[in-house]
Protein backbone atom coordinates (compact mmCIF):
# COMPACT_ATOMS: atom_id res chain seq x y z
CA UNK A 1 0.00 0.00 0.00
CA UNK A 2 1.19 3.46 -0.84
CA UNK A 3 -0.03 6.76 1.03
CA UNK A 4 -0.01 10.10 -0.95
CA UNK A 5 -0.10 13.55 1.31
CA UNK A 6 -0.86 16.33 -1.28
CA UNK A 7 1.21 18.95 0.08
CA UNK A 8 1.14 22.07 -2.49
CA UNK A 9 -1.46 21.08 -5.55
CA UNK A 10 -0.71 25.22 -7.17
CA UNK A 11 0.72 25.57 -10.75
CA UNK A 12 3.45 28.03 -10.81
CA UNK A 13 2.63 30.64 -8.23
CA UNK A 14 0.86 29.89 -4.96
CA UNK A 15 -2.46 31.32 -4.13
CA UNK A 16 -4.14 31.98 -0.80
CA UNK A 17 -5.07 27.81 -0.41
CA UNK A 18 -2.48 26.38 -2.71
CA UNK A 19 1.12 26.05 -2.04
CA UNK A 20 2.98 25.20 -5.00
CA UNK A 21 3.99 21.25 -6.02
CA UNK A 22 5.05 18.85 -3.59
CA UNK A 23 3.93 15.86 -2.26
CA UNK A 24 4.97 13.43 -0.21
CA UNK A 25 4.85 9.58 -0.87
CA UNK A 26 4.90 7.08 2.03
CA UNK A 27 5.37 3.07 1.71
CA UNK A 28 6.15 1.00 4.13
CA UNK A 29 9.19 2.90 6.17
CA UNK A 30 9.67 5.05 3.53
CA UNK A 31 9.08 8.47 2.90
CA UNK A 32 9.18 10.24 -0.89
CA UNK A 33 8.99 14.02 -1.32
CA UNK A 34 8.28 14.65 -5.14
CA UNK A 35 9.20 17.79 -5.65
CA UNK A 36 9.50 20.81 -3.44
CA UNK A 37 7.88 23.91 -4.65
CA UNK A 38 8.70 26.94 -2.72
CA UNK A 39 6.86 27.08 1.05
CA UNK A 40 6.78 22.87 1.65
CA UNK A 41 8.84 23.42 4.48
CA UNK A 42 5.96 25.15 6.37
CA UNK A 43 3.57 23.05 4.71
CA UNK A 44 5.19 19.87 5.85
CA UNK A 45 4.92 21.07 9.29
CA UNK A 46 1.32 22.21 8.94
CA UNK A 47 0.56 18.51 7.92
CA UNK A 48 1.97 17.51 11.35
CA UNK A 49 4.10 14.67 9.15
CA UNK A 50 7.52 16.07 10.41
CA UNK A 51 10.75 15.50 9.26
CA UNK A 52 11.69 12.28 10.07
CA UNK A 53 13.11 10.18 7.17
CA UNK A 54 12.46 12.62 4.93
CA UNK A 55 15.73 11.70 3.32
CA UNK A 56 14.85 10.83 -0.33
CA UNK A 57 13.50 13.67 -2.81
CA UNK A 58 12.09 13.26 -6.76
CA UNK A 59 12.23 15.99 -8.74
CA UNK A 60 10.39 15.81 -11.75
CA UNK A 61 11.93 18.74 -13.68
CA UNK A 62 14.38 22.14 -13.09
CA UNK A 63 11.22 24.35 -13.20
CA UNK A 64 11.39 26.93 -10.10
CA UNK A 65 8.09 25.89 -8.97
CA UNK A 66 9.07 22.33 -8.37
CA UNK A 67 12.36 23.29 -6.53
CA UNK A 68 12.50 26.35 -5.17
CA UNK A 69 11.46 24.93 -1.42
CA UNK A 70 14.43 23.11 -1.61
CA UNK A 71 16.48 26.07 -0.59
CA UNK A 72 14.62 26.75 3.11
CA UNK A 73 14.02 22.79 3.22
CA UNK A 74 17.53 21.72 3.02
CA UNK A 75 19.06 24.80 5.01
CA UNK A 76 16.86 23.53 7.92
CA UNK A 77 16.85 19.76 7.26
CA UNK A 78 20.89 19.24 7.37
CA UNK A 79 20.65 20.87 11.34
CA UNK A 80 18.42 17.81 12.20
CA UNK A 81 20.36 15.04 13.65
CA UNK A 82 18.67 12.18 13.09
CA UNK A 83 19.30 12.59 8.99
CA UNK A 84 22.32 10.77 8.15
CA UNK A 85 21.99 12.01 4.02
CA UNK A 86 19.81 12.90 2.11
CA UNK A 87 19.39 12.10 -1.67
CA UNK A 88 18.21 14.04 -4.61
CA UNK A 89 17.35 12.46 -7.77
CA UNK A 90 16.51 13.98 -10.86
CA UNK A 91 16.95 14.67 -14.52
CA UNK A 92 20.81 16.21 -15.68
CA UNK A 93 18.94 19.54 -15.69
CA UNK A 94 16.72 19.55 -12.65
CA UNK A 95 20.16 18.47 -10.54
CA UNK A 96 22.11 21.26 -12.00
CA UNK A 97 19.92 23.72 -11.17
CA UNK A 98 19.26 22.21 -7.74
CA UNK A 99 22.97 22.07 -7.64
CA UNK A 100 23.35 25.59 -8.09
CA UNK A 101 20.30 26.30 -5.70
CA UNK A 102 22.57 24.11 -2.92
CA UNK A 103 26.05 24.96 -3.86
CA UNK A 104 25.86 28.48 -4.84
CA UNK A 105 23.01 29.83 -2.67
CA UNK A 106 22.41 27.97 0.41
CA UNK A 107 25.40 26.50 1.58
CA UNK A 108 27.98 28.73 -0.01
CA UNK A 109 30.80 28.76 1.90
CA UNK A 110 29.78 26.39 4.02
CA UNK A 111 30.68 22.91 4.93
CA UNK A 112 27.62 20.60 4.72
CA UNK A 113 26.74 18.85 8.15
CA UNK A 114 25.76 15.70 6.00
CA UNK A 115 26.02 14.11 2.54
CA UNK A 116 23.70 15.34 -0.16
CA UNK A 117 23.57 13.00 -2.73
CA UNK A 118 22.45 14.09 -6.13
CA UNK A 119 21.62 11.04 -8.10
CA UNK A 120 21.31 11.61 -12.07
CA UNK A 121 18.15 9.15 -13.51
CA UNK A 122 17.47 7.97 -17.02
CA UNK A 123 14.69 6.03 -17.29
CA UNK A 124 14.21 2.70 -15.48
CA UNK A 125 14.01 1.27 -11.87
CA UNK A 126 16.29 3.44 -9.61
CA UNK A 127 15.31 2.06 -6.20
CA UNK A 128 14.24 -1.01 -5.18
CA UNK A 129 13.18 -3.20 -2.24
CA UNK A 130 11.37 -6.05 -1.22
CA UNK A 131 8.04 -4.99 -1.42
CA UNK A 132 8.21 -2.26 -4.60
CA UNK A 133 10.18 -0.11 -6.47
CA UNK A 134 10.70 3.32 -7.88
CA UNK A 135 11.28 3.98 -11.59
CA UNK A 136 11.75 7.21 -13.75
CA UNK A 137 10.30 7.63 -16.92
CA UNK A 138 10.75 10.54 -19.59
CA UNK A 139 7.56 12.85 -20.47
CA UNK A 140 7.78 15.72 -22.88
CA UNK A 141 6.88 19.12 -21.11
CA UNK A 142 9.18 22.06 -21.63
CA UNK A 143 13.19 21.42 -21.37
CA UNK A 144 14.80 18.50 -22.04
CA UNK A 145 14.59 16.20 -19.19
CA UNK A 146 11.32 16.00 -17.40
CA UNK A 147 10.53 12.75 -15.33
CA UNK A 148 7.34 10.90 -14.20
CA UNK A 149 8.09 8.66 -11.29
CA UNK A 150 6.14 4.86 -11.14
CA UNK A 151 5.74 3.39 -7.37
CA UNK A 152 5.08 -0.17 -8.41
CA UNK A 153 4.44 -2.79 -5.63
CA UNK A 154 5.97 -6.43 -6.56
CA UNK A 155 3.34 -9.36 -7.44
CA UNK A 156 2.69 -11.79 -4.79
CA UNK A 157 1.13 -14.89 -4.55
CA UNK A 158 -0.63 -15.47 -1.20
CA UNK A 159 -0.10 -17.93 1.40
CA UNK A 160 -3.50 -20.26 1.88
CA UNK A 161 -3.30 -20.97 5.15
CA UNK A 162 -5.92 -23.23 5.43
CA UNK A 163 -4.42 -25.53 2.56
CA UNK A 164 -1.58 -25.15 4.60
CA UNK A 165 -3.14 -26.21 7.74
CA UNK A 166 -4.64 -29.03 5.88
CA UNK A 167 -1.94 -30.65 5.23
CA UNK A 168 -0.37 -29.92 8.12
CA UNK A 169 2.21 -27.08 7.40
CA UNK A 170 4.11 -26.36 10.78
CA UNK A 171 4.10 -22.28 11.70
CA UNK A 172 6.90 -21.17 11.51
CA UNK A 173 10.05 -21.01 9.20
CA UNK A 174 8.95 -24.00 7.09
CA UNK A 175 6.16 -21.76 6.25
CA UNK A 176 8.64 -19.01 5.06
CA UNK A 177 10.59 -20.94 2.89
CA UNK A 178 7.33 -22.18 0.98
CA UNK A 179 6.53 -18.53 0.49
CA UNK A 180 9.87 -17.76 -0.90
CA UNK A 181 8.91 -20.72 -3.55
CA UNK A 182 11.33 -23.63 -1.74
CA UNK A 183 9.78 -26.81 -1.07
CA UNK A 184 9.88 -28.14 2.21
CA UNK A 185 9.88 -31.92 3.53
CA UNK A 186 7.52 -32.48 6.87
CA UNK A 187 8.37 -34.54 9.94
CA UNK A 188 6.67 -37.64 8.51
CA UNK A 189 9.06 -37.26 5.39
CA UNK A 190 6.30 -35.83 2.65
CA UNK A 191 7.25 -32.90 0.59
CA UNK A 192 5.16 -29.92 0.31
CA UNK A 193 5.47 -28.03 -2.80
CA UNK A 194 4.87 -24.09 -3.13
CA UNK A 195 2.33 -24.47 -5.74
CA UNK A 196 0.47 -26.61 -3.44
CA UNK A 197 -0.11 -23.53 -0.77
CA UNK A 198 -0.23 -20.39 -2.83
CA UNK A 199 -2.73 -18.76 -4.52
CA UNK A 200 -2.71 -17.40 -8.04
CA UNK A 201 -0.46 -14.04 -8.69
CA UNK A 202 -1.94 -10.75 -6.84
CA UNK A 203 -0.84 -7.72 -9.05
CA UNK A 204 0.93 -5.30 -6.34
CA UNK A 205 -0.75 -1.62 -6.20
CA UNK A 206 0.83 0.54 -9.27
CA UNK A 207 1.19 4.44 -8.35
CA UNK A 208 2.28 6.59 -11.33
CA UNK A 209 2.93 10.56 -10.97
CA UNK A 210 3.33 12.39 -14.30
CA UNK A 211 5.05 15.64 -13.53
CA UNK A 212 3.88 18.77 -15.52
CA UNK A 213 3.01 17.80 -18.93
CA UNK A 214 2.23 19.06 -22.42
CA UNK A 215 1.33 14.97 -24.14
CA UNK A 216 -0.10 11.65 -23.64
CA UNK A 217 0.53 9.96 -26.20
CA UNK A 218 4.34 9.17 -25.42
CA UNK A 219 3.37 7.85 -21.84
CA UNK A 220 0.70 5.52 -22.29
CA UNK A 221 2.51 2.61 -21.90
CA UNK A 222 3.67 3.90 -18.36
CA UNK A 223 0.83 5.03 -17.20
CA UNK A 224 -1.24 1.67 -18.65
CA UNK A 225 -3.68 -0.22 -15.67
CA UNK A 226 -2.40 1.85 -12.58
CA UNK A 227 -4.38 1.84 -9.52
CA UNK A 228 -3.82 5.38 -9.17
CA UNK A 229 -2.75 8.39 -11.28
CA UNK A 230 -1.85 11.46 -10.38
CA UNK A 231 -1.46 14.01 -13.14
CA UNK A 232 -1.56 17.96 -13.96
CA UNK A 233 -4.47 20.03 -14.79
CA UNK A 234 -2.77 23.36 -15.30
CA UNK A 235 -5.84 24.41 -17.56
CA UNK A 236 -9.11 24.19 -18.80
CA UNK A 237 -10.51 22.83 -22.50
CA UNK A 238 -11.56 26.45 -23.01
CA UNK A 239 -7.83 27.37 -22.66
CA UNK A 240 -6.19 24.24 -24.84
CA UNK A 241 -4.36 26.32 -26.74
CA UNK A 242 -2.32 27.83 -23.56
CA UNK A 243 -2.14 24.75 -22.63
CA UNK A 244 -0.54 23.55 -25.75
CA UNK A 245 1.64 26.47 -25.84
CA UNK A 246 2.99 26.07 -22.35
CA UNK A 247 3.13 22.73 -22.54
CA UNK A 248 0.81 21.50 -20.02
CA UNK A 249 -2.60 19.40 -19.91
CA UNK A 250 -5.96 20.44 -19.89
CA UNK A 251 -8.45 18.70 -17.28
CA UNK A 252 -10.09 16.82 -20.24
CA UNK A 253 -6.48 16.42 -21.53
CA UNK A 254 -5.95 13.97 -18.25
CA UNK A 255 -9.12 12.74 -18.27
CA UNK A 256 -8.86 11.23 -21.78
CA UNK A 257 -5.38 9.58 -20.75
CA UNK A 258 -6.78 8.18 -17.93
CA UNK A 259 -9.70 6.36 -19.52
CA UNK A 260 -6.89 5.36 -22.29
CA UNK A 261 -4.56 3.88 -19.95
CA UNK A 262 -7.72 2.06 -17.63
CA UNK A 263 -6.82 3.32 -14.90
CA UNK A 264 -8.62 2.90 -11.55
CA UNK A 265 -8.75 6.63 -9.99
CA UNK A 266 -7.06 9.59 -11.61
CA UNK A 267 -6.05 12.81 -8.92
CA UNK A 268 -5.37 15.97 -10.35
CA UNK A 269 -2.97 18.79 -9.16
CA UNK A 270 -0.72 21.70 -10.41
CA UNK A 271 -4.62 23.84 -11.06
CA UNK A 272 -3.77 27.41 -12.36
CA UNK A 273 -5.36 30.21 -9.96
CA UNK A 274 -7.47 30.90 -13.26
CA UNK A 275 -9.15 27.65 -12.73
CA UNK A 276 -11.94 26.91 -10.08
CA UNK A 277 -11.60 23.86 -8.97
CA UNK A 278 -15.41 22.39 -9.63
CA UNK A 279 -15.18 23.35 -13.22
CA UNK A 280 -11.81 21.18 -13.39
CA UNK A 281 -13.14 18.42 -11.37
CA UNK A 282 -16.92 18.79 -13.81
CA UNK A 283 -14.38 18.75 -16.87
CA UNK A 284 -12.41 15.67 -15.84
CA UNK A 285 -14.97 13.62 -15.17
CA UNK A 286 -17.55 13.87 -18.02
CA UNK A 287 -14.76 11.55 -19.26
CA UNK A 288 -13.17 9.90 -16.50
CA UNK A 289 -15.46 9.47 -13.28
CA UNK A 290 -13.54 8.70 -10.99
CA UNK A 291 -11.69 11.73 -10.83
CA UNK A 292 -10.52 13.94 -7.72
CA UNK A 293 -8.66 17.08 -7.65
CA UNK A 294 -6.45 17.09 -4.77
CA UNK A 295 -6.41 20.06 -2.15
CA UNK A 296 -3.37 20.86 -0.56
CA UNK A 297 -3.17 18.22 2.80
CA UNK A 298 -5.60 15.84 0.76
CA UNK A 299 -4.10 11.83 2.01
CA UNK A 300 -4.84 9.08 -0.32
CA UNK A 301 -4.39 5.45 -0.10
CA UNK A 302 -3.35 3.19 -2.79
CA UNK A 303 -4.19 -0.76 -2.69
CA UNK A 304 -3.41 -3.48 -4.70
CA UNK A 305 -7.22 -4.95 -3.95
CA UNK A 306 -9.28 -1.41 -2.64
CA UNK A 307 -7.93 0.82 -5.05
CA UNK A 308 -7.89 4.75 -3.98
CA UNK A 309 -9.42 5.69 -1.39
CA UNK A 310 -9.35 9.45 0.15
CA UNK A 311 -8.33 9.88 4.15
CA UNK A 312 -9.29 12.41 6.19
CA UNK A 313 -6.95 15.36 5.26
CA UNK A 314 -3.65 15.94 7.42
CA UNK A 315 -4.12 19.39 9.64
CA UNK A 316 -1.88 21.01 11.83
CA UNK A 317 -1.88 19.54 14.86
CA UNK A 318 -3.81 16.41 13.34
CA UNK A 319 -2.45 13.38 12.85
CA UNK A 320 1.23 13.83 14.28
CA UNK A 321 3.57 11.18 14.42
CA UNK A 322 6.22 13.36 14.86
CA UNK A 323 4.46 17.17 15.49
CA UNK A 324 7.02 17.66 18.06
CA UNK A 325 9.88 17.68 15.67
CA UNK A 326 10.34 20.90 14.67
CA UNK A 327 10.51 21.41 18.00
CA UNK A 328 13.73 19.38 18.37
CA UNK A 329 15.71 21.46 15.48
CA UNK A 330 18.43 23.25 16.72
CA UNK A 331 16.92 27.39 15.71
CA UNK A 332 20.15 29.15 16.12
CA UNK A 333 20.31 31.55 13.54
CA UNK A 334 22.10 30.70 9.96
CA UNK A 335 24.80 32.82 9.05
CA UNK A 336 25.07 32.03 5.34
ZN1 LIG B 1 4.94 23.32 -12.76
ZN1 LIG C 1 6.98 22.92 -15.46
Known amino acids: MFELLFLGTSASAPSVHRGLSAQLVMAKEYRFLIDCGEGTQRQILRSGIGFKRLNRILITHGHLDHILGLAGLLSTLVRWESLDELTIYGSRWALERVQDLIYRVVFRNERLPLPIHLVDLSEGVFFETDDFSVSAFPVTHRGAGCLGYIFQEKTRRPFLAEKAEALGVPFGPERARLVRGEPITLADGRVIQPDEVLGADVRGARYVHTGDIGRTEDILEYVRDAHALVTEATYLSADADLAQQFGHMTAAGAA ?69 AALEIDDSPLEL
Open 256 to 324: RLAAEARVQALILTHLSRRSRERDVLAEAQAIFPNTYVARDFDRFSIHKERGVTKLAPAEANGHAENSE
